[in-house]
């Protein structure tokens, strides 16, 4: 188990990606936490999806976190 050390919850992953304190409940408060560098690109995949899934409540906020370090991690952001 590895312990956060900010908000003092509990992963089983080291490092695991998580919101410290309290989750955003929608997709755009989500974005606006991300880099202003990756922002737009979440925007544009976030259109691209709402396109197929009309009803915004079917977007799984953990996707579009997959999505943002597929950003980091491809060199769209630094
Ligand atoms: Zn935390």
């Known amino acids: 188990m590895w312990k956060c050390p900010k908000c003092g ?17 929608t997709i755009d408060a ?6 202003d560098s990756i922002q737009p690109l979440l925007h544009q995949v976030r259109s691209t ?6 009803d915004e409540k079917a977007l799984p906020l953990p ?11 491809t060199g ?3």
Do not use: M, V
Not at 9 to 22: A, L, S, V, Y
Not at 49 to 54: G, M, Q, W, Y
């Open 9 to 25: 919850r509990e992963f089983k992953n080291t490092n695991q990606d998580h919101f410290c304190g309290e989750p955003p409940k």
């Open 30 to 35: 989500y974005i606006s936490e991300q880099p």
């Open 49 to 54: 999806i709402h396109t197929a899934l009309p």
């Open 63 to 73: 996707l579009i976190a997959e999505i943002a370090k597929w950003c980091y991690e």
């Open 76 to 78: 769209n952001y630094h």
